[in-house]
Nanobody, 122 residues
């Protein structure tokens, strides 16, 4: 499975962005899709995950209530809507895939896409 994230950019605090991640190869609907982020000097952090049919979602504590993950299996794409952005949300955001629900650690992901940079100015 090849993944490509896009949609990052520079936004002011309080603003919003929608990230997308397009998948190719494999069977998209058989993969749990997740978003992670990594800020300079920090470990990669779980942001959000969504089950195979979108029936289940989970969010990291630092973004809960401000982000929404969704997927469109017909388009092989997963989205991350981010609202009320804060400077501490600045990071490279990565999408990832794995077969099993309940894996929220980066080391458990099977596939990774190249990241997209989100910069939130104060």
């Amino acid at each position: 499975v090849q993944l490509q994230a896009y949609g990052g950019g520079l936004v002011q605090a309080g603003g919003f962005l929608r990230l997308s991640c397009a998948a190719s190869g494999g069977t998209f609907s058989r993969n749990v899709m997740e978003w992670f982020r990594q800020a300079p000097g920090k470990e990669r952090e779980f942001v959000a995950g969504i089950g195979w049919r979108g029936q289940s979602t989970k969010y990291g504590d630092s973004v809960k209530g401000r982000v929404t993950i969704s997927r469109d299996n017909a388009r092989n794409t997963v989205y991350l809507q981010m609202n009320s952005l804060k400077p501490e949300d600045t990071a490279v955001y990565y999408c990832a895939a794995n077969r099993d629900w309940g894996n929220y650690e980066a080391r458990n992901m099977d596939y990774w896409g190249k990241g997209t940079l989100v910069t939130v100015s104060s």
